[in-house]
């Protein structure tokens, strides 16, 4: 019987742990999945997370050390927990880091640490792809894989090229097998670009969202951030003077912007490098409304 994680893949940049999983797992060709799920992270009931992860110490300690991907590498540059974690306190970064990494926690409590089972922008129901980074891919590695950039919650472009990223037949549910981005694409039918281009305020929220994602050095304090969601209503006159936010002013600025669009407002953290409206109170953070 084969053991071991000798010949591991090497991620692609922006490649998740779901997808060089996978990669491995086609590669390998395991009898059993049960067996492969044990011989991977020590249990044969292991969740495969598309977006995030789980029981990465078991899978630290089964790949070579020489490879150096310990489950903080794989956290920081191969999952969208950089993207969750702002704006959380240091205890619920904590959890979420512990639920990824430990064995005792499974899918669903990572999900409700990253923030995605209470909030109103829901994860994407099919994981997706762009068209225009799937040539590439192949050009430059041989193969497309799955990037964490586009299975962010409420994005909706690649923030690589600005088109609208497509849905692959790929559930985020409950899975308990690895699939490859070309094994999904060689069951269904060519998807081909888009040929409406995404309104430019999707295409700055997209770029914003992935400079966040790839910077996960960069942390901003939860008291900060109600400190600058306040001061944004406060300009706008959307604060009563109780402190409350006026919801109902909200909502009518967002249907006034986007008259016949579905949107939802988001309000994402960026450096001061990010093309977005400054309403900074240091140096180093600033704060992005979707609809500026």
């Not at 990572?110 to 792809?129: C, D, E, K, Q």
């Not at 762009?130 to 964490?148: E, M, Q, S």
């Amino acid at each position: 019987m084969w053991t071991g994680l000798d010949g591991f893949p090497a991620f692609c940049t922006g490649e998740t742990v779901f997808s060089v999983l996978a990669e491995f797992t086609k590669r390998v060709h395991p009898e059993s999945n049960a067996a492969w799920l044990k011989e991977l992270f020590g249990n044969s009931y292991q969740t495969a997370i598309t977006d995030l992860a789980s029981n990465l110490d078991e899978l630290e300690q089964r790949i070579p050390a020489v490879y150096g991907y310990d489950a903080d590498y794989m956290i920081n540059w191969h999952t969208t927990a950089p993207y969750h974690r702002l704006g959380q306190s240091e205890s619920q970064t904590q959890k979420l880091y512990k639920a990824m990494k430990v064995k005792s926690f499974n899918a669903t409590n990572v999900h409700i640490y990253a923030g995605n089972m209470h909030s109103g922008i829901r994860r994407p129901s099919f994981s997706r792809a762009c068209t225009i980074c799937i040539g590439v891919d192949r050009k430059k590695y041989g193969r497309t894989y799955w990037h964490r950039g586009h299975q962010l919650p409420g994005i909706e472009v690649c923030p690589l090229h600005g088109i609208y990223l497509t849905e692959v037949n790929l559930r985020n549910t409950q899975r308990h097998t690895f699939v490859t981005l070309e094994e999904v694409l060689a069951t269904q039918a060519p998807i081909e670009p888009g040929t409406e281009m995404p309104d430019t305020r999707l295409i700055n929220l997209a770029q914003d969202s992935y400079y966040l994602l790839t910077h996960p050095e960069i942390q901003v304090a939860r008291e900060k951030t109600h400190q600058l969601y306040e001061a944004i209503a406060r300009d706008r006159g959307m604060a009563r003077r109780s402190g409350k936010m006026d919801f109902g002013g909200i909502d009518e600025c967002a249907q006034l912007l986007f008259v016949g669009n579905t949107l939802t407002i988001q309000v994402v953290f960026a450096s001061s490098s990010a093309n977005c409206l400054d309403v900074s109170t240091s140096d180093e953070t600033q704060c992005c409304l979707a609809f500026d």
